[in-house]
């Protein structure tokens, strides 16, 4: 049973850094795409970052620029690096495994919370 446990999250102000970090368990990582995805209060989840197998990366437009997602697939583990956090970027953060022929996986979420 593959497993996916988001850690980094917290309570920080408007301009700070955070870094996410989700670390999968399993031996699939290597060949899984990689998604940070967000819930806000209200509002539908959204894509923030995705990062394919061999390292594409994409990005939803509001967070370019101020995002950064990477794995280490030695490490099992996705990242999120967020600077210049505004405080829309408040929101349950949720790390997403797809890999071929399976069906896609989510962390448990970890809240980000930024301050005005």
């Known amino acids: 049973q593959v497993q996916l446990v988001e850690s980094g999250g917290g309570l920080v102000q408007a301009g700070g850094s955070l870094r996410l970090s989700c670390a999968a368990s399993g031996s699939i990582f290597s060949i899984s795409a990689m998604g940070w995805y967000r819930q806000a209060p209200g509002k539908q989840r959204e894509l923030v970052a995705s990062?394919?197998?061999?390292?594409?990366?994409n990005y939803v437009d509001s967070v370019k620029g101020r995002f950064t997602i990477s794995r280490d697939n030695a490490k099992n583990t996705a990242y999120l690096q967020m600077s210049s956090l505004k405080p829309e970027d408040t929101a349950v953060y949720y790390c997403?495994?797809?890999?071929?022929?399976?069906?896609?996986?989510w962390g448990q979420g970890t809240q980000v919370t930024v301050s005005s």
């Open positions: 997403n495994q797809n890999a071929p022929g399976l069906l896609p996986r």
């Open positions: 990062i394919s197998h061999i390292g594409n990366t």
